[in-house]
């Protein structure tokens, strides 16, 4: 079974690769416009592919691999029509991500970014205006992998931990679960609320003046999973209300250089850096072998996504 791999995960793991059965060809995706010799693999690991080659014409291919969690670059309709599994890599980034949100909101009630104002100043100055994070109520909005890892972490700094999913169902480490129709129950009682929710066509927007209206005054809000969950342009007319805002997604990135949101005090923005860890390939590729094992043995990956249309 040939396997075309867009992504190098070192001599160690594609030897194990090579060991299940396959024949591996090793191509950056920079590549492959450059080759004609991809068009009759049987397995395709890859990130964003799909816009180098002409995918009609893979003719063998049954079984596509992603990099990523989400999966808006994939050819949807032509994966469906002809059956083709697809997998993505839905825990391999949820540690990373869970602790940079431990320390986004740590950064907040720490007033980190005026400390390193003043570093950089050369001034030594007490700031007495320090909160805690013991005792405050954090909520998820997406109760998934990277919520469940946070949750987890925070529940060390004696949280409560509140959770947003579509049924209200209880999830592990989650003191209380909310129905995504029972939004607003959840905004207007957390000192802390992380949006965590898929780019779907029912959270386009969702946070929004509505939604920033309700929120608590000198809350803090992050948006850390999909930059469409949020109206930038209502959140620049509230921002003030809140003690912080954390964004590392927005909608179109990078974020307009003409933004408000880059000149307030109170927001930190960074380049949808949160996923980065220096054990993101180890993870991957653990991912990888898994599934690719199962589909050779068996014929079906170990897991893939059930209903692709459904957005994540």
């Keep these: 079974m040939k396997i075309l791999i867009n992504r190098n995960l070192g001599k160690e793991k594609m ?4 060991d299940l059965g396959y024949e591996i060809l090793h191509i950056p995706e920079k590549n492959l416009k450059e080759n004609d010799d991809i068009y009759d693999i049987d397995v395709w690991f890859t990130y964003y592919g799909f816009e180098k080659v002409d995918i009609s014409k893979m003719k063998n291919l049954k079984y596509i691999h992603l990099t990523s969690t989400g999966y808006d670059q994939v050819p949807i309709d032509y994966i469906l029509d002809n059956n083709i599994y697809l997998s993505n890599n839905t825990t391999g980034y949820a540690i990373p991500m869970a602790e940079s949100i431990v320390m986004y909101i740590l950064e907040v009630y720490k007033n980190a970014k005026t400390m390193f104002e003043n570093q950089k100043e050369h001034k030594w100055k007490i700031d007495m205006s320090f909160g805690e994070l013991a005792g405050k109520k954090v909520g998820f909005l997406g109760t998934g ?7 987890k ?7 409560k931990i509140w959770g947003l999913n579509t ?39 969702l946070i929004n003046k509505e939604k920033f209206e309700i929120m608590k005054e000198n809350s ?17 007319k509230y921002v003030d209300k809140f003690r912080g805002v954390v964004l590392d997604v927005v909608e179109n990135e990078p974020l307009d250089e003409n933004s408000s949101l880059w000149d307030s005090k109170n927001v930190i923005i960074t380049p949808h850096n949160s996923w980065v860890s220096d054990q993101n390939l180890n993870r991957l590729g653990e991912r990888l072998y898994d599934n690719l094992k199962n589909y050779m043995e068996k014929g079906i990956p170990k897991t893939y996504i059930k209903d692709i249309k459904r957005g994540y």
Excluded at 15 to 18: L, N, V
Excluded at 220 to 236: Q, Y
């Design 145 to 151: 992998n990277i919520a469940k890892e946070a949750a």
């Design 153 to 159: 972490r925070l529940k060390a700094f004696d949280c």
């Design 167 to 205: 049924n209200g169902r209880d999830v592990e480490n989650f003191d209380k679960c909310y129905s995504t129709d029972n939004i607003n129950d959840l905004l207007k009682e957390c000192d802390v609320v992380v949006g965590l929710m898929p780019a779907t066509n029912k959270t386009n927007g």
């Design 220 to 236: 803090i809000f992050l948006n850390i999973g999909r930059g469409n969950l949020v109206n930038l342009k209502d959140l620049e």
């Design 15 to 18: 030897k194990a690769i090579e």
